[in-house]
């Protein structure tokens, strides 16, 4: 069984940069990882994925030129690193398993969710 627990989520100014890390444990091998966001009252939306086997990556278009999605396969660990924050970046921010190692924007082809974090930019 795969368990997913995000990490990193602080509160920055406008303009500040942010990591944030989700960290695997059991099988994870062979099945990509994606990072999504929620805001109150909105539905979760795609932010970026990552392959296992190639490293290949995928990134929403308003994230594609701010954002990089990085792993560490020896380390189970999936990284979002977010430059430039802005108030539209504000909101919690979750981690989850493809049920392949696809890298899909939808939601319903994650299986496995972390509890996410919170991300706060403010002045």
């Known amino acids: 069984q795969v368990q997913l627990v995000e990490s990193g989520g602080a509160l920055v100014r406008p303009g500040d940069s942010l990591t944030l890390s989700c960290a695997a444990s059991?099988?994870?091998?062979?099945?990509?990882t994606g990072w999504f966001r929620q805001a109150p009252g909105k539905g979760r939306e795609f932010v970026a994925s990552?392959?296992?086997?190639?490293?290949?990556?995928y990134y929403a278009t308003s994230v594609q030129v701010r954002f990089t999605i990085s792993r560490d396969n020896a380390k189970n660990t999936v990284y979002l690193q977010m430059h430039s924050l802005n108030s539209k970046d504000a909101t919690v921010y979750y981690c989850a398993a493809d049920s392949v190692d696809g890298g899909s924007y939808a939601t319903a082809a994650y299986a496995v969710w972390g509890q996410g974090t919170q991300v706060t930019v403010s002045s």
């Open positions: 059991g099988h994870t091998a062979g099945y990509a």
């Open positions: 990552i392959r296992w086997s190639d490293s290949r990556t």
